[in-house]
């Protein structure tokens, strides 16, 4: 019954904003840590952002450090990555996960998904 649902992708242009969600359910966000995970064409999966579960400490990977913001809204067992003054580089099926562990797992591991929301940043 886990499940995580994105959404809040879609085209915008160099130097705009999305905010995305990802709505978990059949678990508790407060006991798991939360990651942010993005895929291109013809490129590795990349570690976005990740938050922790016991105090909130976040991460975020360096190409993104700055632009993005990971937060969580507990009562309505959400997630959330604000993503400001987008590049085309951003451009990517942008997934949530649960980690294994945590926000250290190495490697950084999802063991439940979401079906991801594309972004597209193009002029």
């Known amino acids: 019954q886990v499940q995580l649902v994105e959404s809040g992708g879609g085209l915008v242009q160099p130097g705009g904003s999305l905010r995305l969600s990802c709505a978990a359910s059949?678990?508790?966000?407060?006991?798991?840590?939360i990651v942010w995970f993005r895929q291109a064409p013809g490129k590795e999966r990349e570690g976005v952002a990740c938050i922790s579960n016991s105090d909130g400490t976040i991460y975020y990977g360096d190409s993104v450090k700055g632009r993005f913001t990971i937060s969580k809204d507990n009562a309505k067992n959400t997630v959330y990555l604000q993503m400001d003054s987008l590049k085309p580089e951003d451009t990517a099926v942008y997934y949530c996960?649960?980690?294994?562990?945590?926000?250290?797992?190495?490697?950084?591991?999802?063991?439940?998904w979401g079906q991801g929301t594309q972004v597209t940043v193009s002029s």
């Open positions: 059949g678990f508790t966000l407060g006991n798991y840590a």
């Open positions: 996960a649960r980690p294994v562990y945590g926000c250290h797992d190495k490697p950084l591991t999802g063991e439940y």
